[in-house]
Each structure stands twice: as structure tokens, then as C-alpha cells.
């Protein structure tokens, strides 16, 4: 599987982006989905994930109510929208994703098979 990831750029704060990660190689429907991000110092930390069905979402604190996963294309790509965006959401942001048919959606990077290149997301203040 490989994962494409776009739609990073520079924004102010309260702006909106829209990030998307295409999957390619093979199809991804009984995988999650899921978004991470590396500011720099700082460790990679989870942001969001769907689920194989798109049903199920969950996302960090510090995003909750400001970011919406969803899955697209037939399942083989997901979008992360980003709403009300603050200097703190600086990062390169990764696409991950991972074989899980059922079960939790992963919040940590270690369970994660697949990774996209990061994109490269700056808010000005």
C-alpha cells in the first residue's frame, strides 16, 4: 500500500485546509485510516482516524470539534478538514494506515503498517 498525502500550505489562524490521502497498490477498505502529525521538537501525535466503514471516528482532544475525517472514493482515500485553524496545529501532517477489519481505531503510530510522505501545514498567527 502506498499513501499519498496533499493539500498542506501556509493559512491564518481561523482558517480552513483540507487535507486528503489517497491509497494506491491495493484497495484499503478493511483498513483504518488515520492522521498524525510532528511539530518540530515534538513527538508524533495521533489527530484522527475512520474506521474500514467510516462509521466510527476518533480524534485527539486538542482537534475535536475543529477537525472532520471522512473516507472517500470508494473507501480508498480520506479527507481531514480542518476548521478554525491555530498556530498550534503547525506540523507536518502523515497519513497512516493499517489492516483492522473490527476492532479500536489505533491512537498510537506503532500499529500503523502504512505512512504517507507528510505534508507541511503552517498557521500564521
Known amino acids: 500500500v502506498q499513501l499519498q498525502a496533499s493539500g498542506g500550505g501556509l493559512v491564518q489562524a481561523g482558517d480552513s485546509l483540507t487535507l486528503s490521502c489517497v491509497a494506491s497498490g491495493r484497495t484499503v477498505n478493511n483498513y483504518v485510516m488515520a492522521w498524525f502529525r510532528q511539530a518540530p521538537g515534538k513527538e508524533r501525535e495521533f489527530v484522527a482516524g475512520?474506521?474500514?466503514?467510516?462509521?466510527?471516528?476518533d480524534y485527539a482532544d486538542s482537534v475535536k470539534g475543529r477537525f472532520i475525517i471522512s473516507r472517500v472514493n470508494a473507501g480508498n482515500a480520506a479527507t481531514l478538514r480542518m476548521n478554525t485553524l491555530k498556530p498550534e496545529d503547525s506540523a507536518v501532517y502523515y497519513c497512516a494506515s493499517t489492516f483492522r477489519p473490527y476492532g479500536q481505531i489505533p491512537t498510537t503510530s506503532t500499529p500503523y503498517s502504512y505512512w504517507g510522505q507528510g505534508t507541511q501545514v503552517t498557521v500564521s498567527s
Open positions: 475512520i474506521n474500514r466503514a467510516g462509521v466510527r471516528k
